[in-house]
């Protein structure tokens, strides 16, 4: 297992283990995201935040998901401000079809991580597509079963 990674787990990665089961996928990733917030406690992997995932999470209705993600986020071992160069960042991805608050938790992963981790599979996809992206975007299963080794 590779050590000592910067993963940066956006909000919706962060609330998958909340989420209810409603097919195998969603199963998975909350398996995949339960797996890598152990590694994260166990300090294999550093943990990076932003105050834009501060922002999503006091934003969540469901008190249940947003104390978990609080939580979590409490514990990050990097954090990342939005600045106006990440600002100017995020309008560049925007112009590339990627909405603005995904925009900037990108940006942020790129200043701050090694790994931006996200079920969102549009945007992968547009990240996928993109050449000058400073950090690799990647759904968490895809992301255990090539860090972890399973």
Known sequence: MERD???????????????????????????????????IS??????????V???????????DKRFMVEGVLFYADIYVT????????????VSR????????????AEDGADIFLTVDKRLLKKLGNLNNLKVTAMNP?????KYAGN
């Open 42 to 51: 166990k300090r294999r992997w550093k943990l990076v935040s932003s105050d």
């Open 141 to 145: 299963v895809e992301f255990w079963r």
């Open 82 to 93: 939005v600045t106006p160069e990440r600002e100017r960042r995020a309008r560049e991805l």
């Open 5 to 39: 990674l910067k993963l940066y787990l956006d909000s919706c990665v962060l609330s998958r283990p909340l989420d209810s089961p409603l097919n195998e996928e969603i199963r998975l990733e909350a398996e995949a995201v339960e797996r890598i917030l152990d590694e």
């Open 53 to 63: 995932l501060w922002k999503e999470a006091e934003a969540i209705k469901d008190s």
């Open 97 to 108: 079809g990627i909405s603005y608050f995904d925009a900037l938790h990108v940006v942020c």
